[in-house]
T-cell receptor, first 108, second 114 residues
Framework: AQRVTQPEKLLSVFKGAPVELKCNYS??????LFWYVQYSRQRLQLLLR??SRESIKGFTADLNKGETSFHLKKPFAQEEDSAMYYC??????????FGKGTKLTVNP | DADVTQTPRNRITKTGKRIMLECSQT?????MYWYRQDPGLGLRLIYY???????NKGEISDGYSVSRQAQAKFSLSLESAIPNQTALYFC?????????????FGPGTRLTVL
């Protein structure tokens, strides 16, 4: 079974502090992993995908197959990073399985 | 710009009513999906379609039905709405093929069932 776990419902940090949003997955094969973000009153949009190995808006995420994790990190959080973040997995079925999401609040 | 649109954006209805939510896209994608979003539960897949003649149940299809009228249109129906179907509903599209393809989401429909 494919499953994505985001253990933190809420995460609050101060501006300039590092932030890490955790994501663990369960899948027996080689997954495609994504982070989607939903800013207030906006639609869900892709933030980054592991296969691209890119940094978007200062965020990075590394796939750790040993720990089955894909944590999202940013060294210095900004107020505009406040949003709902969803980790998602695609396991060869052209369907995404989403975690329950983490609401990040960056305080001034 | 190619886009994914949903109508209506907000709808309030009563228990037992039939309601249809519509999704249109100009991205030319074959894959289309319907999700519902509930606080604390994330996004859950209701139905998905890989092309016009293909309909598949997702994780939570009970109480819902869909119709893929054309490549660009995918409608979600609630045959007899009940209060626990109150949620935010999203349509999404994706290009065909396995791989790290992005899903593009519509703006959402906020449905309230009284």
């Amino acid at each position: 079974a494919q499953r994505v776990t985001q253990p933190e419902k809420l995460l609050s940090v101060f501006k300039g502090a590092p932030v890490e949003l955790k994501c663990n997955y369960s899948y027996s094969g080689s997954p495609e992993l994504f982070w989607y973000v939903q800013y207030s009153r906006q639609r869900l949009q892709l933030l980054l995908r592991h296969i691209s190995r890119e940094s978007i808006k200062g965020f990075t995420a590394d796939l750790n197959k040993g720990e089955t994790s894909f944590h999202l990190k940013k060294p210095f959080a900004q107020e505009e990073d406040s949003a709902m973040y969803y980790c998602a997995l695609e396991g060869g079925s052209e369907k995404l399985v989403f975690g329950k999401g983490t609401k990040l609040t960056v305080n001034p | 710009d190619a886009d994914v649109t949903q109508t209506p954006r907000n709808r309030i209805t009563k228990t037992g009513k039939r309601i249809m939510l519509e999704c249109s896209q100009t991205k030319g994608h074959d894959r289309m999906y319907w999700y519902r979003q509930d606080p604390g539960l994330g996004l859950r897949l209701i139905y998905y379609s890989f092309d016009v003649k293909d309909i598949n149940k997702g994780e939570i299809s009970d109480g819902y039905s869909v119709s893929r009228q054309a490549q660009a249109k995918f409608s979600l129906s609630l045959e007899s709405a009940i209060p626990n179907q109150t949620a935010l509903y999203f349509c999404a599209t994706q290009r065909a093929g396995t791989g790290a393809y992005e899903q593009f989401f519509g703006p959402g429909t906020r449905l309230t069932v009284l």
